[in-house]
């Protein structure tokens, strides 16, 4: 049998498990179209089954197309204030399954902000977590990838990450930033899911002849582990699936290798199990 290692902090965290569950519940219980403000987590299988059951994923955009009596789910990496406040103008029912981590970041940003401190958020500007914690800031937020921002920086800052950004990068930003201001905030926001899966996967990555890092493309967690995963091990594959797999490497090169299986935050079990089971071959074990 194949020698494949599975991470043990792989696939769903507690944010991801609660907002699918949750939402799943929900339309069990008043059995009618539910929307989601963007894709409720990074996984196109995921999104699949949720549309199976009358779950559909609409933008931000669309907020002006619903109705008073429409159901909305705001998901785990949160929106900003105003996206809030407009829902609620619009009289539409909300629910709020923003992720617990990434609501106390809101609230931590909302009461320094209005304390006066400037936000600084380490981030990918384009991530809708990110974005919606600037929303809590008047989107006055200098958003950076760590190390110090350009231009002025005031002298009372708050800083705060991502929640699935890598600790070098908020490392490094607190200490350029400890050298620049007089007076900084910091809170390390990154959750202890992502942090446990990083320092796995650098080990396991060591330890492995050839990493497997299963999930979506636009897994911001899922091409962290991936980018760590590759440091350490350049036969890393990054797979949203195992038919993905099998198109950057054989079954059978696989099974030659001491292998790691690691895989992002909105990976679901039966992606793993599909992968783990063909790798060892014991596919009629699969899910």
């Given at each position: 049998m194949a020698d494949v290692t599975l991470a043990k902090k792989a696939g769903f965290c507690f944010g991801v498990k609660k907002a699918v569950d949750e939402v799943i519940d929900l339309q069990n219980r008043i059995n009618t179209k539910i929307y989601t403000l963007g894709p409720l987590i990074h996984n196109k299988e995921v999104l699949k089954r949720l549309e199976e059951n009358?779950?559909?994923?609409?933008?931000?955009?669309?907020?002006?197309?619903?109705?008073?009596?429409?159901?909305?789910v705001i998901r785990s990496h949160g929106v900003g204030k105003a996206v809030i406040d407009k829902l609620q103008e619009k009289q539409i029912n909300i629910v709020d399954n923003t992720c617990p981590f990434v609501k106390a970041i809101h609230n931590k940003v909302e009461k320094y902000y209005n304390e006066g401190y400037r936000i600084?958020?380490?981030?990918?500007?384009?991530h809708p977590e990110v974005i919606g914690i600037n929303g809590w800031c008047n989107n006055t937020a200098l958003i950076i990838r760590g190390g110090r921002p350009?231009?002025?920086?005031?002298?009372?800052?708050?800083?705060?990450?991502?929640t699935t950004e890598k600790f070098q990068n908020y490392q490094k930003a607190l200490v350029d930033l400890s050298n620049t201001c007089k007076e900084i905030l910091a809170f390390n926001?990154?959750?202890?899911?992502?942090?446990?899966?990083?320092?796995?996967?650098?080990?396991?990555?060591?330890?492995?002849?050839?990493?497997?890092?299963?999930?979506d493309r636009s897994s911001s967690n899922t091409k962290k582990l991936f980018e760590i995963s590759k440091s350490s091990c350049n036969n890393t594959f990054l797979a949203e699936n195992y038919e993905d797999l099998l198109s950057q490497i054989s079954i059978e090169d696989l099974r030659k290798h001491k292998v790691g299986v690691t895989a992002g935050a909105s990976t679901p079990d039966w992606v793993i199990n599909k992968v783990i089971n063909e790798i060892k071959g014991d596919s009629h074990n699969g899910k």
């Amino acid at each position: 049998m194949a020698d494949v290692t599975l991470a043990k902090k792989a696939g769903f965290c507690f944010g991801v498990k609660k907002a699918v569950d949750e939402v799943i519940d929900l339309q069990n219980r008043i059995n009618t179209k539910i929307y989601t403000l963007g894709p409720l987590i990074h996984n196109k299988e995921v999104l699949k089954r949720l549309e199976e059951n009358n779950i559909f994923s609409i933008d931000i955009s669309d907020i002006d197309k619903l109705n008073a009596s429409d159901t909305v789910v705001i998901r785990s990496h949160g929106v900003g204030k105003a996206v809030i406040d407009k829902l609620q103008e619009k009289q539409i029912n909300i629910v709020d399954n923003t992720c617990p981590f990434v609501k106390a970041i809101h609230n931590k940003v909302e009461k320094y902000y209005n304390e006066g401190y400037r936000i600084i958020i380490v981030g990918d500007d384009k991530h809708p977590e990110v974005i919606g914690i600037n929303g809590w800031c008047n989107n006055t937020a200098l958003i950076i990838r760590g190390g110090r921002p350009e231009g002025y920086i005031p002298n009372k800052v708050c800083l705060v990450s991502q929640t699935t950004e890598k600790f070098q990068n908020y490392q490094k930003a607190l200490v350029d930033l400890s050298n620049t201001c007089k007076e900084i905030l910091a809170f390390n926001t990154i959750c202890n899911a992502t942090k446990e899966r990083q320092e796995e996967v650098s080990k396991l990555s060591i330890e492995s002849e050839t990493m497997v890092v299963l999930g979506d493309r636009s897994s911001s967690n899922t091409k962290k582990l991936f980018e760590i995963s590759k440091s350490s091990c350049n036969n890393t594959f990054l797979a949203e699936n195992y038919e993905d797999l099998l198109s950057q490497i054989s079954i059978e090169d696989l099974r030659k290798h001491k292998v790691g299986v690691t895989a992002g935050a909105s990976t679901p079990d039966w992606v793993i199990n599909k992968v783990i089971n063909e790798i060892k071959g014991d596919s009629h074990n699969g899910k």
